[in-house]
């Protein structure tokens, strides 16, 4: 079992970067696959990113690839969210998963952690 929690979100003005950690507990952070969701009011808890349990492999949502990236220490059971250029559409809560594959549906990650804001001013 892993236990995720996230930091690092809050109140930025648009064109500004945040980044967002996940810190996973347990030995087996470096079996999982990681990824990044985001849910905006009245809208569905939709894919940001992901990473392979080696850091090898990404995939990123259209919307945010090229502005977003990323990453993972497996000595410090963390994953990562950099996030540059942000827009007003990218406020949300965003959550870490954790999956036992490379996974970009929100129903093949097993476990969550409880999200952090993340609100853009225009």
């Known amino acids: 079992q892993v236990q995720l929690v996230e930091s690092g979100g809050g109140l930025v003005q648009a064109g500004d970067s945040l980044r967002l950690s996940c810190a996973a507990s347990?030995?087996?952070?470096?079996?999982?696959?990681m990824g990044w969701f985001r849910q905006a009011p009245g809208k569905e808890r939709e894919f940001v990113a992901t990473?392979?349990?080696?850091?090898?492999?990404?995939n990123y949502q259209m919307s945010v690839k090229g502005r977003f990236t990323i990453s993972r220490d497996n000595a410090k059971n963390t994953v990562y969210l950099q996030m540059n250029s942000l827009k007003p559409e990218d406020t949300a809560v965003y959550y870490c998963?954790?999956?036992?594959?490379?996974?970009?549906?929100?129903?093949?990650?097993?476990?969550w952690g409880q999200g952090t804001q993340v609100t853009v001013s225009s």
């Open positions: 998963a954790a999956s036992a594959l490379v996974a970009t549906i929100r129903a093949d990650y097993n476990y």
């Open positions: 347990g030995r087996t952070f470096s079996s999982y696959a």
């Open positions: 990473i392979n349990r080696f850091g090898t492999v990404t």
